[in-house]
């Protein structure tokens, strides 16, 4: 039995073990940068999750966004979103391996600020509003979970707090690059400014810094 095979197995193993555990989830392929989890989904098919080697011995942590999961990975692509119960996004099918999935509870915008140029122009000059904004990628599951630190304000006055880091997960897609400085909002409203931006074969890696209210 080569490789191709067994994988196959293992993925037809994987349905039915979901079939028997799993709850219903409709799986979407992200076809525009606008609000990939609508439209009719390419399947609806059952999906469980477990924090580590498919156990379902211990429950997930604090700070950990990434889960082990149970479905039929031959109809799935990395960056394919499973929405149910609770939303996920496909970062793994790396062969004869567990299916790597990260939760991504928060929906967001990835805003660009309007950018001046020319002659003369000083960038430390300039300034940005919401309203200057181009939405890049529009209603996008995330997962954002709060770093570990955080930078004094610009103020950095006594009685100041510290703004806090981020670090942001999310589907990527081909036609969009995210940037440095490029703004992520999410449904609560809050807003934060990308500061490292990283593409990986799972998706972005984003790290953030919360813009103050």
């Known amino acids: 039995m080569d490789g191709t095979a067994l994988q196959k197995k293992l993925y037809a193993g994987y349905a039915r073990a979901a079939r ?14 606008q609000a990939p989890m609508t439209g009719a989904p390419i399947a609806v098919l059952p999906a469980a999750f477990s924090p580590a080697n498919y156990e379902f011995a211990e429950p997930q942590t604090y700070g950990k966004a990434t889960w082990q999961a149970l479905f039929d990975g031959s109809q799935a692509l990395v960056g394919d979103i ?3 119960p609770r939303t996920f996004f496909v970062a793994g099918l790396q062969a004869l391996l567990p299916i790597l999935v990260v939760e991504a509870p928060h929906i967001v915008d990835v805003r660009r600020p309007f950018r001046e140029s020319g002659a003369g122009y000083q960038s430390a000059y300039g300034g940005t509003t919401p309203a200057q904004e181009t939405v890049i990628m529009g209603q996008w ?10 930078e004094n304000t610009e103020a950095n006055l006594p009685d100041d707090v510290k703004a806090p880091w981020w670090g942001l997960l999310m589907p990527a897609w081909s036609a969009v690059e995210i940037l440095t400085s490029d703004v992520v909002q999410d449904e609560l409203g809050r807003r934060f400014a990308i500061v490292s931006a990283e593409i990986t074969p799972m998706g972005w890696r984003l790290t953030a810094l919360q813009e103050q209210a």
């Open 20 to 33: 028997q555990t799993g709850l219903p989830y409709r799986l979407f392929r992200v076809g525009s940068a």
């Open 82 to 84: 499973l929405v149910g």
């Open 141 to 150: 599951p995330a997962s954002i979970l709060q770093g570990t630190r955080g």
